[in-house]
């Protein structure tokens, strides 16, 4: 094995050894369900460890606070139950690893993004498989999934960083069957004033398994490239340009996308078109020249889960403009130089929308989301902005391959 997990629960011949940070409190326990619970040791860093005999793969397990409450680990590499589940111990040594397959060379990448809730009736990676092979008929090389894990934590605290560069080499570990590249997203959310940026190290670990990194951004900058050495960047420009000029909105982000002929020109020529210039919605200069980089470091698209989930009503180019403008803008992104990206269903003009849903089980924060999103489009009555805890708005999003070879939308 080329990598061996340091945080979480770690499973050798014998038992397996668990280390969690938890810096707040003093005492902590290992909850091995059906089995023993085990005292962990702290250290000065906050650092609880400690190694529980014949305990192995497959044996599932909480975190136990000295008040009796319970929590799954947030480096636990399976959680069958859910997120606040127990979780379950993997032996990495036990999946077959990653074959030695030749790599798509990375300026030969067609993405597909697929969203595997919505993806099949099922909702799951395993019904979403049966479908490579049509995606590949479709001529798509690469296929982005998500959502795949969601976590959170504070920043700036070594620990932490060390919590995200590991859980990166987690989705790509060889040994692992790991993927072939992450998408890291919202990196402009990211900050980061050490010598060594996080996105660099990121990069560093992730190529050392030969995975790819590209990074969804908004920022326009081609540091992302040059000085943290990823493979490449989303440059949105291009789908605003082609938005504008199908649908004639002018609202938020838009705004800077009038008279978008120019501009579109601009992106396919440039990578995106703001390398510098006031951007209006901004109210600032905005973006960095990217002339001189190679095509492959961009990734464009005209339509994918941000631009529709983030819509009021998540409404697809085909609710927006007519058969010709689906068709145009498909092809003026399958014939610009970049990479490109397409959403679950485009290659047959599907017409499901992908609205945003939520399943908190904290009802404070399902109110907080409702409420958000009440402020969000107050433009719009209520009744037209679906409710992002209903069950339907979730059915509603899921695409329909009933209606894919319909000869209107080949």
Not at 55 to 77: M, T
């Amino acid at each position: 094995m080329t990598w061996k997990p340091w945080l979480g629960a770690v499973p050798d011949a014998a038992g397996t050894h668990f280390r969690v940070w938890a810096p707040k409190v003093d005492a902590l326990a290992a909850n091995v369900l059906g089995g023993p619970t085990v005292p962990l040791r702290r250290d000065a860093e906050g650092y609880f460890t400690g190694r529980a005999d014949g305990v192995r793969s497959g044996a599932r397990y909480f975190y136990r606070f000295p008040d009796g409450r319970e929590r799954p680990d947030p480096a636990s590499l399976l959680q069958p139950q859910g997120v606040h589940g127990p979780s379950e111990i993997v032996d990495l040594a036990e999946i077959a690893p990653r074959s030695a397959r030749a790599r798509v060379p990375l300026e030969k990448l067609v993405f597909c993004e697929i969203h595997l809730g919505t993806y099949t009736v099922e909702g799951t990676a395993d019904a979403a498989a049966r479908y490579m092979p049509e995606l590949a008929e479709a001529l798509y090389t690469a296929v982005e999934v998500m959502p795949v894990a969601a976590f959170a934590g504070p920043r700036t605290l070594p620990p932490v960083r060390r919590y995200f560069v590991e859980n990166a080499l987690r989705w790509v570990s060889r040994a692992a069957g790991g993927f072939d590249g992450l998408r890291l997203d919202a990196i402009h959310g990211i900050y980061d004033d050490s010598p060594r940026h996080i996105l660099q190290e990121i990069a560093e670990v992730v190529h050392a398994e030969g995975a790819l990194v590209i990074a969804e951004s908004d920022l326009n900058d081609v540091k992302l490239v040059e000085r943290y050495h990823l493979d490449g960047s989303w440059a949105d420009d291009l789908h605003h340009a082609i938005h504008v000029a199908l649908t004639g909105e002018s609202q938020g982000y838009y705004a800077d996308f009038q008279d978008p002929m120019p501009k579109m020109v601009a992106a396919i020529e440039r990578g995106w078109f703001y390398e510098g210039q006031h951007k209006p919605s901004f109210g600032l200069k905005h973006g960095t020249p990217a002339a001189h980089l190679r095509a492959r470091h961009f990734v464009v698209c005209a339509q994918n889960h941000d631009q529709i989930g983030n819509r009021a009503r998540g409404e697809r180019l085909t609710e927006l403009t007519d058969t010709g403008g689906v068709r145009a803008a498909a092809a003026i992104v399958a014939l610009q130089p970049a990479l490109p990206l397409y959403f679950q269903g485009e290659e047959w003009a599907a017409r499901e929308p992908f609205q945003y849903f939520v399943s908190h089980t904290d009802q404070a924060l399902v109110e907080a989301v409702r409420k958000g999103r009440q402020e969000e489009f107050k433009g719009f009555a209520w009744s037209d902005v679906p409710d992002p805890f209903a069950e339907e708005t979730f059915r509603r999003s899921r695409i329909d391959r009933s209606r894919k070879d319909e000869e209107a939308l080949r």
